[in-house]
């Protein structure tokens, strides 16, 4: 695989889905619609073009690329909480869209990856790792118009999580796994960046790109006091994410 080639057409596609970020926001923040612009089926595709393979069109019924990677995507870009009336509010949006409220809530970060215990369980000898990005603002201001992207690889067979999803199916809770992005699982799974780009409203700059690197990111030391067994004991193993609340 030929490294400039494959680093083209991750760029190439980077600008074809954010090329114009800036009227996609206007019009997001027009219908107070929360903003996405990757997606999950967008990050597969991201992880082809970086991988040197295709998807499969599975939706979600087989694996995501044909290598048999696993991709798994967040988006940090939420939305906010109006105070006043309790609507939802876009993260563009310096006030409320239904009350006009300039009261709102703080940026929520527990945007998560979803790993699947018992899939991991059963396919931890044919998967080619898991493939995790984060879309997040360079700060967390509804003017902010510079956003990273960043995306790693853990290894399948990582002892951390592999230890985390047995622990996880043999609870009498949900066998999700809810992986924060940046937390205490991530770091202690040891993954290792492969791509970061810098996306502003002008231009994608990818600053770092190397699917070889094999070095964890360095694990900050409040991630670090405890043993695998002690964080596993604490744990809760609570329900899936993702239940519907209405206003």
């Excluded at 760029?11 to 970020?21: A, D, F, R, V, W």
């Excluded at 967040?74 to 109006?82: A, D, E, H, T, V």
């Excluded at 000898?125 to 003017?143: A, C, I, K, M, Q």
């Excluded at 360095?218 to 596993?232: C, G, L, Q, R």
Aim: with cysteine.
């Amino acid at each position: 695989m030929n490294k400039m080639n494959t680093l083209n057409d991750v760029k190439e596609l980077l600008e074809h889905q954010l090329g114009n970020i800036s009227k996609d926001i206007e019009i997001h923040k027009k219908y107070n619609a929360s903003f996405d612009p990757l997606g999950d089926s967008f990050s597969e595709m991201l992880h082809a073009a970086i991988y040197g393979t295709r998807c499969t069109g599975s939706a979600g019924s087989g694996w995501d690329t044909l290598d048999k990677g696993e991709s798994k995507y967040s988006n940090r870009l939420q939305s906010r909480k109006c105070e006043s009336c309790g609507s939802k509010v876009m993260f563009f949006l310096n006030n409320c869209a239904d009350c006009g409220s300039f009261n709102l809530s703080s940026y929520p970060k527990d945007s998560r990856w979803g790993i699947s215990s018992k899939s991991h369980l059963d396919y931890i000898e044919e998967l080619n790792g898991y493939r995790v990005t984060l879309l997040e603002p360079e700060s967390f201001d509804p003017d902010c118009r510079k956003f990273v992207l960043r995306s790693w690889v853990i290894d399948a067979k990582n002892e951390y999580l592999t230890k985390y999803a047995t622990c996880q199916y043999n609870s009498k809770k949900s066998n999700h796994i809810n992986f924060m992005p940046l937390g205490q699982d991530f770091y202690r799974s040891s993954p290792c960046l492969h791509l970061r780009a810098i996306i502003t409203e002008d231009n994608i700059v990818i600053d770092y790109f190397d699917t070889s690197n094999m070095t964890p990111e360095i694990v900050p030391e409040k991630f670090n006091k405890k043993s695998m067994v002690e964080i596993m004991e604490g744990k809760t193993f609570g329900k899936e994410r993702g239940n519907t609340s209405r206003k």
